[in-house]
């Protein structure tokens, strides 16, 4: 299972920014695809999940209200659709692939069975 995100960059504070997340290897729908980030000198954090049948999504605290997540079971792409951007918001965004983990746990894990390389968001003031 291949995991590819893309779409960071640079924005300024309020500013809208989409990443996206190509999976491959896998039969797409029966896996939750989420989102992480990582902060300089900080542990990584979940920022939000999606379902397999995308009936379900779990969002951080921290991004509620703020961030979407969809996904596209035909193309095996999930989005993260970023809305009213901060400065602590910047952070490398990493996606995540579980077949097993249910997406009400992913808030506290993890330990997940495949990553993406990752993408820079950063966010000025």
């Known amino acids: 299972v291949q995991l590819q995100a893309s779409g960071g960059g640079l924005v300024q504070a309020g500013d809208s920014l989409r990443l996206s997340c190509a999976v491959s290897g896998c039969t797409f729908r029966n896996y939750v695809i989420g989102w992480f980030r990582q902060a300089p000198g900080k542990d990584r954090e979940f920022v939000g999940c999606i379902s397999g049948s995308g009936g379900s999504t779990y969002y951080a605290d921290s991004v509620k209200g703020r961030f979407v997540i969809f996904r596209d079971n035909v193309k095996n792409t999930v989005s993260l659709q970023m809305n009213s951007l901060k400065p602590e918001d910047t952070a490398v965004y990493y996606c995540?692939?579980?077949?097993?983990?249910?997406?009400?746990?992913?808030?506290?894990?993890?330990?997940?069975?495949?990553w993406g390389q990752g993408t820079q968001v950063t966010v000025s003031s």
């Open positions: 995540a692939a579980d077949k097993s983990a249910p997406s009400y746990i992913w808030y506290r894990t993890t330990n997940l069975d495949y």
